[in-house]
């Protein structure tokens, strides 16, 4: 007879599916997508530029630093694990919110194969390629839109200042 219950309730667990547990999905999802090796990639990228505004913060009140590399790095140091960390809880939640339970699981079990390990391997690397792409486009863009908000604000009046040798050493700066 116990053998009989058992085979019961054994038969009635395999008949019941398996709950979704999406949490379980977002924490995996996350901690394969939001890593320290691609934001140290970002930062690395954007390093001259941080260094640039620390530097510049630092000597309005009165600091100058006497290696700014150093500096920078024992900063990333300390910054980088609770920024990591926050990033994960912030994006984990934006997950939760936006996909169903369904297309989370679908997304970890994509991470899961080949293609999907594939892909976040290569992530760093695709980091550093679009941030370096974006910093030119960005380059391009801003010296195309000089230009045009110059003729712009000549053309239209859109500005006006006292002292006109202003006004045109903005424009000449625009161009």
């Not at 140290?40 to 954007?46: D, K, L, T």
């Not at 980088?80 to 970890?108: C, G, H, N, P, W």
């Not at 863009?141 to 006109?164: H, Q, T």
């Amino acid at each position: 007879m116990k053998r009989f219950l058992y085979f019961c309730v054994v038969l009635a667990c395999l008949g019941i599916p398996a709950k979704a547990d999406p949490q379980a999905d977002v924490d995996y999802i996350v901690s394969q997508s939001i890593t320290r090796e691609i934001f140290e990639a970002v930062f690395e990228v954007n390093r001259s530029v941080i260094i640039s505004a620390i530097q510049n913060d630092l000597r309005a009140k009165g600091i100058t630093l006497p290696d700014p590399h150093r500096f920078y790095d024992l900063l990333m140091a300390e910054f980088m694990a609770e920024f990591v960390e926050s990033m994960r809880d912030q994006s984990a939640a934006i997950y939760i919110a936006t996909f169903s339970e369904e297309e989370l699981k679908d997304i970890a079990a994509f991470i899961k194969t080949s293609s999907g390990q594939a892909y976040f391997s290569a992530s760093k690397t695709l980091m550093e390629a679009g941030s370096q792409m974006g910093e030119q486009a960005a380059q391009k863009a801003g010296v195309n839109a000089g230009k045009r908000l110059a003729a712009r604000i000549e053309s239209e009046g859109l500005m006006e200042f006292d002292d006109p040798g202003i006004l045109s050493r903005l424009l000449d700066t625009l161009r």
